[in-house]
C-alpha cells in the first residue's frame, strides 16, 4: 500500500514562521518512528518536510519526500500527492482545529483515512463538549467550570470562588498537550492564566479544573470505530507552572500502578463510546483510590515513540487493519520498560547536528534552526527492567551532552 503521512510541525505547518524546538522535537519523532513502522510492514510511504528540515536530510525513511516553502502550502500539496497514495494519515495538534482540518481535507480526496472521521474529531478536541459527553456518561472528570476570556479577573475570581475550591488547572478549550496550561494556586495568579490561554488559543472560552492528586497516566490504544483495545499505561512527566509555559517533559512505559487494568478498561470504553479509529491516547490521573479523565487524543501520541519499542505487534500495521478489515489485534505482549525526555541544548552547528543523528537513543537530534536560542533532542533509553531502561537514557543524555558541548 502507497501511504502519504503528513506531521503538522515539521511537515510544514510552520513554514515562513520560526519552528518551536519543543514540540518539534516530540512531531518529528513521532513522524520518523511511524514512517518507519509502515516502513517495515512493508509499504510505501511519502512524507512532507518543511524546507528548513529537507535541506538537512534528516532521518527519515520515507520513499519519497516533499519539500515545503511557503506557508498554506501543504493543503495545496497534500491533495495532489494523495493521488498517487492509497491512504492518508495526519498528525497533528488539535490547537484551532488543526487535526480536524487536516482530516477533513484528507477525508475529500476519497482516499483511506487511517485516523478518527473529522465529525468525530470536533466532538473531542474542543474539551467543553468532551467534558459534557463524559460527565453524561458517567466518566469521572475534576470538577470543572467554564469561564469566558473577556470576562474581568474579579468576575472570573467570583465564578471560581463559587462552584471551586482551589489549587486549580486552567487550560484552552482546544489545546494540545501542555500548550496555555497553568497552575491556579490562589487569585493571584488568574490573570497570568487567562494570558497564558490567551497567546495559546483563539478560543473566546477557558476551562477551570480543580487540581487532582496523582500520576499523570496516559493509556495508549488501538480503535475501529466500535471495539478499542488497550496497548499500554504510559506514566508522563508533566511540569505544571503559573508564569511560564507548563510542559510535557517526557515519558515511561509501561508504566505499573494499582489501578492499571481499571485504567486500561475505563479507556476502552471511552474510545468505544465517542466511536474512536486508529491511535488513540487518553490521558488521566490515577491516585491509590481515585481516577480521573483529562484529556482524549483521537491523534498518535509521543508514547507511540516508547511503546513500538517494547510491544510485539507494528502498531502502524494494526492501525491500517483497524481502517480496512476493523479487525483489532489479539492483546499483545510487552517486553522492556522504555524511558523517554525531551533534552534542551544550545543551537547546534551543522557539524554537531550530523554527529547526533548517529547517537544511540536519539530519536530526535538537534536540528541547528535560524532565529532560535535553543534547540530540542528526543532522546529514548530501553531496558529489560525500569533500572536498566534509566540507565540508558542516561547514557543517551551523557552522548548527547558530550557532542554539543565540544564542538
Known sequence: MKILVYEHISGGGYAEQPLPPDVLAEGFAMLRCIVADFRAAGHQVTTLLDCRLFKLNPPIEANYTSQVLYANEPQKILPNLAKNNDAIYIIAPETNQTLQSYVELAEKTGKLVLNTPQSTIAKTADKITLYVDLQKAGYPIPKTLILNIAHSTTQIEQAITTHLTYPLIFKPTDGTGCSGISLIENPTDIPGGVAKIKAASANPRLIAQEKVTGDPVSVSLIANGKKALALTLNKQQITLTKQTESSYEGGTTPYEHPKHKEAQILAEHIAESLGLQGYVGIDLILGQNTLFVLDVNTRLTTSYVGLRQIIDINIAQAIIDAAITKQLPQKPTLQGTVCFSKIQTTPPTPETYRKTTKLPGIITPVFPLP???????????????????????????NALHTATTNR
Open 371 to 397: 532565529i532560535t536560542t535553543q534547540s530540542t533532542a528526543l532522546i529514548m533509553g530501553y531496558g529489560t527492567s525500569l533500572q536498566e531502561a534509566q540507565a540508558r537514557l542516561e547514557e543517551a543524555k
